[in-house]
């Protein structure tokens, strides 16, 4: 988001492109591949080059109405961008709820990123949040995933690193996760966070 003076001059949007960059002239860069491992792209690697022509698109969004990152609007429009909603109208049939929401988070400026399986154990629940104040935030977090585990279980909340392992103790003490699988606090100071919603180890 080009700004100048900390003013936001407008937004770049874009749905297939790894990486950009602004520079202070004004110049923006798009990057088409990045340093793809020779044995994956055919011949077009860190020692080959890619002669074809490719196009690519950019949304350009002017400044009116566009607030600052550290509100998170900007992301959200960005990903209405990339994967905008779709409705499709069918009947309904079968068990499933008409309607269901797993996980919300507060404050607003508060995004679930993802939320699936975990990659070690697939009887966990992984929620990644976003937050980009760039300031430590107090995140609460309202859950429905206590019902889609099997009856019984007594879950526990855990803060996880981004590979799902388990956090260092002084790590974990600052994240300062509060509460059960159904509503339960955090202290994001980063601006990625993952938890877990599990079985409970006795």
Not at 22 to 48: K, M, T
Not at 50 to 73: C, K, N
Not at 78 to 98: C, E, W
């Amino acid at each position: 988001m080009p700004s100048s003076e900390g003013h936001p001059l407008a937004a770049l949007f874009h749905a297939g492109i790894p990486a950009w960059a602004v520079q202070p002239d004004g110049h923006v860069f798009g990057v088409l591949w990045r340093n793809a491992q020779l044995e994956r792209c055919d011949i077009y690697g860190p020692s080959g080059s890619d002669t074809e022509e490719h196009t690519m698109e950019y949304a350009l969004r002017v400044a009116s109405g566009l607030t600052g990152p550290e509100q998170g609007a900007p992301l959200r429009e960005a990903l209405a961008f990339q994967t905008p909603l779709q409705t499709i109208v069918g009947t309904p049939s079968g068990t499933l709820p008409r309607s269901f929401s797993l996980a919300s988070a507060s404050p607003d400026m508060t995004i679930i990123t993802a939320a699936k399986v975990g990659s070690g154990d697939p009887e966990t629940l992984v929620l990644r949040f976003y937050q980009p104040t760039n300031a430590a935030l107090n995140v609460n977090v309202r859950s429905a995933a206590s019902g889609r585990f099997p009856s019984g279980w007594r879950l526990d909340v855990q803060g996880r690193t981004a590979l799902e392992s388990a956090l260092p103790t002084a790590t974990a003490k600052r994240l300062a996760v509060a509460g059960s699988s159904d509503a339960f606090t955090f202290v994001a100071a980063r601006a990625l966070t993952t938890i877990t919603l599990g079985k409970k180890v006795r």
